[in-house]
Structure formats: structure tokens, C-alpha cells
């Protein structure tokens, strides 16, 4: 049962920009811990970003920092993620995650995972 849709990947040239949205599916989650997570062919999952339910902290990885911004807007449950300058190397299947207990870098910690929405960055 899927409990998180993501949209808005797409095909975009180098240095452009693109922004995720992953949407409840079902049920709310606007007290959870929520993050996006990425998985390129070949692979691990890999985290990307996350946020605390209130969206006063946020985290990134070093490889997206200062291009990416994670956002929420508990009003409406959503929660975006803007890419800018992307790479190449930020081609991949963005995963949106869910948890009622903590912010976390690792896939093990979250509870409730979207289906992904692919990101291809051309060169």
C-alpha cells in the first residue's frame, strides 16, 4: 500500500533545476520526521535530505549541500525538494521517507517510503 507519492522528476540539462513534492498518500504525516533519499543504477540508496516535523532543522549530504533545499509545508502535508545545478551524478530514483521518531541518515530508520519519481540529469 503506498503511503507517499513523489512527482515532479523529469529530464533536465546540466545546471538546471528541478522540484520534488512527495504528497501523503491515505493517511497524514505532518508530525513525522521526513527525508528524500536517492538510488542510482547499480547502487545503495543513498540519503539526500531531511527535515524535522516542525521544519526548524534540516540536514543534506555533502554531495548536495548548498544546491538542495528540503522544505515542508505542514498546512498542506507536502514536502519539496528544490534542486538546483544539477549534476549528472544527481541522476537517479528520489525516494521521499517517512517516520514518527526521528530525523535519520540511514533508509533502516524510516518507516513509510514513497514508489520514486526519476531524475535524469544530461550532460
Known amino acids: 500500500q503506498v503511503q507517499l507519492v513523489e512527482s515532479g522528476g523529469g529530464l533536465v540539462e546540466s545546471g538546471g533545476s528541478l522540484r520534488l513534492s512527495c504528497t501523503p498518500s491515505?493517511?497524514?504525516?505532518?508530525?513525522?520526521?521526513r527525508a528524500w533519499f536517492r538510488q542510482a543504477p547499480g547502487k545503495e540508496r543513498e540519503f539526500v535530505a531531511a527535515i524535522s516535523w516542525s521544519g526548524d532543522n534540516t540536514y543534506y549530504a555533502s554531495s548536495v549541500k548548498g544546491r538542495f533545499t528540503i522544505s515542508r509545508d505542514n498546512a498542506k502535508n507536502l514536502v519539496y525538494l528544490q534542486m538546483n545545478s544539477l549534476k549528472p551524478e544527481d541522476t537517479a530514483v528520489y525516494f521521499c521517507a517517512a517516520d514518527p521518531l526521528r530525523v535519520s541518515l540511514f533508509t533502516s530508520d524510516y518507516k513509510f517510503w514513497g514508489q520514486g519519481t526519476q531524475v535524469t540529469v544530461s550532460s
Open positions: 491515505g493517511r497524514t504525516f505532518m508530525n513525522y520526521e
